[in-house]
């Protein structure tokens, strides 16, 4: 058995990887990550496939759990928290609580994820220039701020105003989104149009445990 508690499989410079590792370091876990290069095909090779079959990252193995394998980004991030977050440091007890949780971490796997892909797809790795396509994407990171802000307008945090993974699982993909201006215009300021989501993200990003992940991703997307 690892005397490490988790391996991790992920990509350097993906976001959802970077979520699951945000969530490890706030829980205080030991975990060895192991970067797959896409150029390569490791994440489609059998050294992975033989844990998850369908070939992408992140995948965690708990080497204290009978070496137990769960993959999919929020489905680890669930685990996580059901199996170690035993104080309710960044989830819920409450039957409803946990609901609400849930239902925001579905929305950042189904709403967020793909179409914050898709729009940095359409716009920086795409061979031909297809303006209709990155606008559709980029409408779409800009609805769901509005979502997140109306929200967040009223409450500090997503479920019932407590800090839970709900907001940590957004965190990456908006980093990335601002990180990178070709995506949502030389000129976008989030405070301007999404003063609450705007507040809620600089909060996330002054947490230890994000400021550590960040630099860390910062250092091996370069």
Request: glycine share 6%; charged share 25%; hydrophobic share 35%.
């Amino acid at each position: 058995m690892s005397s490490t508690h988790f391996t991790l499989y992920s990509h350097k410079g993906g976001p959802n990887g970077w979520k699951v590792t945000i969530v490890l370091e706030e829980l205080g876990l030991t975990y060895n990550t192991k970067f797959l290069e896409f150029d390569k095909k490791e994440h489609k090779a059998e050294g992975h496939t033989k844990f998850n079959p369908n070939g992408r990252i992140p995948t965690l193995i708990d080497h204290k759990n009978g070496d137990f394998v769960v993959w999919e980004s929020d489905a680890i991030v669930l685990y996580l928290v059901d199996t170690y977050d035993t104080d309710h440091k960044i989830s819920v007890s409450d039957t409803k609580e946990k609901y609400e949780q849930l239902q925001w971490l579905f929305f950042q796997a189904s709403g967020q994820g793909p179409y914050y892909g898709q729009a940095f797809w359409f716009t920086l790795r795409h061979a031909e220039k297809i303006q209709s396509a990155k606008d559709r994407y980029v409408d779409e990171i800009k609805r769901i701020f509005s979502v997140l802000d109306s929200v967040l307008s009223k409450q500090e945090y997503l479920v019932n105003g407590k800090l839970t993974v709900a907001d940590l699982s957004f965190f990456p993909w908006n980093h990335l989104a601002l990180r990178f201006p070709a995506v949502l215009g030389e000129n976008f300021a989030l405070a301007d149009g999404y003063p609450a989501l705007a507040t809620w993200h600089d909060k996330l990003s002054q947490r230890p445990a994000v400021q550590k992940i960040v630099t860390e991703w910062l250092r091996n997307s370069n």
